[in-house]
């Protein structure tokens, strides 16, 4: 891709626009498209004063083929873009979300997860006639059935959420205070703009850094201005020009974060393997040398092959410590220790400081 369309908000229809772009462009694509909210009439507060909710032409379609018709062809133009390891996520209410995901389907895009953003200040049912609309659907889906390939930044979205698994129901305020747009008159710049803190999660979760980024409903630049912090690139497209330019003005003050900072946190399976013989291979623990137990009670001696020896018990860092602990089983780099000048650190120090020299 040519640097001169990425990094900008492309003018005009997202359809067309998206049909002229690079095939296999785009790694991620975030698309918060219009919900045909088919509002009768406007929403007033028990004081009789106005709600601002969307009423904007973008938002009115004749019926409910005319947009299954431009969700189909979006999604179409938006498949087309999407690389072969990439995923697309898309936003909406319950007026749209369920034709949205079974066009989705019958395109061939294979749904991984449905996320529900649950608004811990959602905007309450004013008439008291329903429930209040506190959470919108997220589809995360990949381009097909057979992609096997896409990225999930599983570990990191585990530390994001203090060690526990990242669940698919997600807690997080609707946009207001300073980050909401207005303009000179203070009104809302955008009906519909959505909290940083979403697409921060979701780009953590589903993009690594230099991914390129495809917003085909661009609004207000939410995707765009995270996906600058994150060291991400983007691009959007969005057919108002008021919008594009609030867009481009706030993106402009976005002050992107340190490469070194934006790094999603490696999984396991990404890390490179290092046996326990290659430490001494390298000389970096010997033949002879002794390792010992946390607290330094029991000292198992070293062999050439990688297996250790404790009194009559031989093996592999693991076996010998399950049997050191008359356990069924252990994770032998955190359980022996090496001494030090400053006391008896796990191995396990060790083996990190090899995966980074592997690596430098």
Known sequence: ???????????????????????????????????????????????????????????????????????????????????????????????NIFRVGAIMQDLGFWILNDVIWRKTNPMPNFKGTRFTNAHETMIWATKSANQKKYTFNYDALKVLNDDIQMRSDWSIPICSGHERLKDKAGKKVHPTQKPEALLHRIMMAATKPNDMILDPFFGSGTSGAVAKSLGRRWLGIERDTNYALAANERIARIVPSASGDVIPLKSKREEVRIPFGTLIEQGILRAGDAIYSPRGEKAARIHADGSICLGEMTGSIHRVGALAQSSPACNGWTYWHFRTDKGLVPIDVLRHQMRAKMAA
């Open 1 to 95: 891709m040519t640097k001169e369309i990425e990094n900008r908000i492309h003018l005009g229809d997202c359809i067309e626009t998206m049909r002229n772009l690079p095939k296999g462009c785009a790694d991620m694509i975030f698309a918060d498209p219009p919900y045909n909210l088919q509002l009768g009439g406007d929403l007033t507060r028990p004081d009789n004063s106005k709600v601002d909710g969307v009423d904007n032409d973008w938002d009115k379609f004749a019926d409910f083929a005319t947009y299954d018709k431009f969700t189909r062809d979006w999604l179409g133009a938006a498949r087309d873009c999407l690389s072969d390891t990439g995923t697309i996520w898309v936003i909406g209410s319950y007026h």
